[in-house]
């Protein structure tokens, strides 16, 4: 079976876009109830403009959805510090308010937090699920070692290990393949996968020059920090090459990155795919292409040359 689809709020509220109140996004529920997603991820940090206006955003227009949320993390730091107990439950308890609920599905750090000790962090994720507050905790960037000291952690101390990692996967993000999937296999361990469009990158639209209003856009809240995650000469000559194959193919490169994650990445039922959308019309085109089938062999040869072509740029990346 193929991975089940998560929405990614990480948009809502930010401009420019569609679904930046409420009055906008409950269109954009019913949407997703109608095409049978009815899992969401959100975070205290999302979006970067204006943080917990998402969760705020679920709060007033999304009833009947299973809901993920993240402890905030202050990006202008390292990280250190968030996952400390009162951090946690300040965090916790604003995101209460905002989404309007008492608890919600996963509780994630949103990133690792290299100064409090590890034994503590995880201390603090299972009193949270004592308290309620949440069913299941994961982490999210957090490094396959740091991971592995965790799951340890949690054995030594009969405490319940974090059942979800939440990463970055995509054709040209495939690093968690390799160091990371044993790991969270032999523990149980689930994961949710973000950005299966590369933010953006595996539309075309940025190696063609045709990017104007997208979240390449320099006019973009994110659009330089987008350009400099994804330039290099290397990168693009790559997506050039594969783009074009794949358009001779009669296909596109989404099409092909959908169908790749949803039919032949490690990917399975119990895993996850986080989608995204600044407009309702794309929510419909992306779930349309889920229900695509399996690509032919010359598609699947090609998205691995891709892969080989970036490999060196990208592996490390999780």
């Known amino acids: 079976m193929s991975p089940k689809l998560i929405f990614g709020t990480g948009g809502l509220g930010m401009a420019p876009g569609s679904f930046r109140d409420s009055t906008s996004v409950r269109p954009l529920m019913s949407t997703l109830k109608e095409l049978g997603i009815t ?5 205290a940090r999302y979006p970067p403009t204006s943080p917990g206006l998402a969760e705020k955003l679920v709060g007033e227009a999304a009833d009947g959805f299973v809901v993920d949320t993240k402890v905030l993390t202050e990006t202008h730091a390292d990280g250190s510090g968030d996952l400390k107990k009162e951090k946690i439950e300040n965090s916790v308890s604003e995101s209460m308010n ?4 008492e608890s919600v599905n996963i509780l994630y750090s949103h990133r690792a937090d290299p100064a409090t000790p590890l034994k503590e962090q995880v201390q603090n994720f299972n009193e949270q699920i004592r308290q309620g507050h949440c069913k299941h905790w994961g982490v ?3 490094a396959p070692s740091v991971l592995e000291e965790m799951l340890i952690i949690c054995n030594e101390n009969g405490w319940e290990k974090p059942r979800y990692y939440q990463g970055s996967y995509s054709l040209i993000t495939r690093g968690m393949e390799t160091k ?3 790991i969270l296999r032999s ?4 994961f949710n996968g973000y950005q299966p469009l590369a933010a953006g990158f595996l539309t075309g639209k940025f190696v063609n020059n045709d990017y104007a209003g997208t979240r390449f856009d320099a006019a973009s809240p994110v659009g330089n920090v987008m350009q400099k995650m994804f330039s290099g ?3 693009m000559m790559a997506m050039k090459k594969f783009d074009a194959a794949v358009q001779q193919r009669g296909l596109t490169s989404p099409e092909v990155a959908i169908r790749w994650l949803m039919h032949h990445s490690v990917l399975n039922d119990e895993d996850g795919i986080i989608l995204g959308a600044s407009r309702i019309e794309q929510v419909h085109e992306t ?3 889920t229900k695509k089938g399996p690509l032919e062999k010359d598609v699947l040869a090609l998205v ?3 892969w080989q072509d970036v490999k060196s740029l990208r592996e490390e990346i999780l």
Do not use: K, S, V, Y
Request: aromatic share 4%; with cysteine.
């Open 304 to 306: 691995e040359e891709f």
């Open 287 to 289: 779930a349309a292409l």
């Open 180 to 182: 990371l999937l044993p």
């Open 140 to 142: 999210c960037n957090t």
């Open 98 to 101: 905002r989404l309007r609920r």
């Open 39 to 43: 899992h969401l991820d959100t975070a």
């Open 187 to 190: 523990a149980g361990m689930h």
């Open 233 to 235: 000469d290397q990168l």
